[in-house]
């Protein structure tokens, strides 16, 4: 059985800087990576990272954050600096399994920023 357990959210002055952390098991994952959704808007990919380190960040993130993982202990990491009031959403864990590509999702995690 798959379990995400998410963790490092909070409330964050605008410039400082949170780091969450997801960690998974009971599958192997291909990409592992976290997606946000602000009040009243869509949910979009903030950054992923396949098994082999080869990332994807959303241009709104890039030189702000960086995600990594640890493949032996099937973790992701997102480390947020310079946040701004705009980063405010849920965070949510997404890990996708190796051998056939399903989605799973953490609980999400509230990322606050004031200004």
């Known amino acids: 059985q798959v379990q995400l357990v998410e963790s490092g959210g909070g409330l964050v002055q605008a410039g400082g800087s949170l780091r969450l952390s997801c960690a998974a098991s009971?599958?192997?994952?291909?990409?592992m990576g976290w997606y946000r959704q602000a009040p009243g808007k869509q949910r979009e990919l903030v950054a992923a990272?396949?098994?082999?380190?080869?990332?994807n960040y959303a241009d709104s993130v890039k030189g702000r954050f960086t995600i990594s993982r640890d493949n032996a202990k099937n973790t992701v990491y997102l480390q947020m600096n310079s946040l701004k009031s705009e980063d405010t959403a849920v965070y949510y864990c997404n890990c996708k399994v190796l051998i056939n590509d399903y989605d799973y999702w953490g609980q999400g995690t509230q990322v606050t920023v004031s200004s």
């Open positions: 990272i396949t098994r082999g380190g080869i990332t």
């Open positions: 009971g599958s192997i994952f291909r990409s």
